[in-house]
C-alpha cells in the first residue's frame, strides 16, 4: 500500500479563507489533503496540499471522486452561500457514507449604530433596493449582477477579482480590487463614489467587515441578504480548530 493510500484523505471544498487556513492546518499531518476550487477566480491564490479545479458535475459526480480518490472526509468550506455545491456535497455523503462537515464563519450582527435592512434573496434585495438610495455600492460578488440588470435609474459600484459578465446594470462602475480592505480604504472608497447604499451578503469574517464599519461611521444604510441554510442535517462547525477536532473525533469512520 502507497503512503497516499495509508493516510486519511480530506477533500475540503475551498473558494474561501477558513478553507485555505483549515489546508494550512492540516499541512502538518498526518492526512493527506486535497482542497477543491470551482475555477471562478482566474488566478487564485492556492492552499497548501494537493489542489483540483473545477465542478464535479453534480452528487454524483462528486461522489464518484469521493470514491475513486478513496476520500475518508469532506468538509465542505465554501462560502455561505455557495448553496449548491452544499446541497451536492450533501448528497455526495449520503451516496458514499463519508462523513462530512459543513465549516461555516459565523454570520454578522449589527452593531449599535448600525441601520441595516434584511433581505431573503438577491432578488429581494433587488426589489427593496430602490427605496434606499440611487448610488450603491453593490459588495454582493460579481457572480449576481443580473439580478440588479433591470434597475435602470440606480448606479452601482462593483468590486471583484474578475470583471464581471454580462448581464449587468446599466449603470456600473467596476473597481478591480482583490482583498482585504481597511477601514480606510472602505471610508475613503464610499466618500469618493458618494455611496448612499451599500449592499452586502451576510458572509461573516473579518476580512470584509471593514466596509460595514465605514457604512455605520457614515450613516449608509445596509442592506443585508441573509444566507440560505446548510442541508439538513449536516453537522456544522464554525471555525477551523473545530474542524480539526471533528476529523480527530471521526478518525476511524
Ligand atoms: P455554487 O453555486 O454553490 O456551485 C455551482 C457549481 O460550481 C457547483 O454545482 C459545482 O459544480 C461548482 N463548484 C462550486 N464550488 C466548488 C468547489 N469548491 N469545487 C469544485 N466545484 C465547485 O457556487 P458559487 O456560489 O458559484 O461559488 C463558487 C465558488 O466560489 C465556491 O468554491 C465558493 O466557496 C466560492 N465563493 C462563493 C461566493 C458566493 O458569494 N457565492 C463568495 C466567495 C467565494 P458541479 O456541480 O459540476 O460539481
Given at each position: 500500500m502507497s503512503a497516499d493510500a495509508a493516510r486519511p484523505h480530506v477533500l475540503i471544498l475551498g473558494g474561501t479563507t477558513e478553507a485555505r487556513r483549515l489546508a494550512e492546518a492540516l499541512a502538518a499531518g498526518p492526512y493527506r489533503v486535497t482542497t477543491s476550487l470551482a475555477g471562478r477566480v482566474a488566478s487564485p491564490v492556492l492552499p497548501p496540499g494537493e489542489t483540483r479545479i473545477g465542478g464535479f458535475g453534480g452528487a454524483e459526480g462528486l461522489a464518484a471522486w469521493i470514491t475513486g480518490h478513496r476520500v475518508t472526509h469532506l468538509i465542505d468550506?465554501?462560502?455561505?452561500?455557495?448553496e449548491r455545491m452544499s446541497f451536492n456535497a450533501a448528497g455526495a455523503a449520503a451516496l458514499t457514507g463519508v462523513p462530512l462537515l459543513a465549516l461555516r464563519r459565523p454570520g454578522w450582527v449589527p452593531e449599535p449604530g448600525d441601520d441595516w435592512t434584511f433581505a431573503d434573496s438577491l432578488a429581494e434585495a433587488a426589489a427593496v433596493l430602490p427605496g434606499l438610495g440611487g448610488r450603491v455600492f453593490l459588495s454582493t460578488g460579481r457572480m449576481g449582477l443580473h439580478t440588479f440588470a433591470h434597475l435602470t435609474d440606480t448606479w452601482f459600484l462593483v468590486r471583484s477579482v474578475d470583471r464581471p459578465d454580462a448581464p449587468v446594470p446599466p449603470r456600473l462602475e467596476v473597481v478591480l480590487a482583490r482583498g482585504p480592505f481597511t477601514p480606510a480604504d472602505e471610508r475613503e472608497l464610499l466618500a469618493r463614489h458618494r455611496i448612499d447604499v451599500l449592499v452586502t451578503k451576510d458572509s461573516g469574517g473579518s476580512a470584509t467587515a471593514p466596509k460595514l464599519t465605514a457604512a455605520r461611521e457614515a450613516g449608509i444604510p445596509v442592506l443585508v441578504v441573509r444566507r440560505p441554510p446548510v442541508p439538513e442535517g449536516v453537522q456544522e462547525a464554525d471555525c477551523v480548530q473545530c474542524s480539526q477536532h471533528w476529523l480527530q473525533g471521526s478518525r476511524l469512520h
Open positions: 468550506a465554501t462560502h455561505p452561500f455557495a
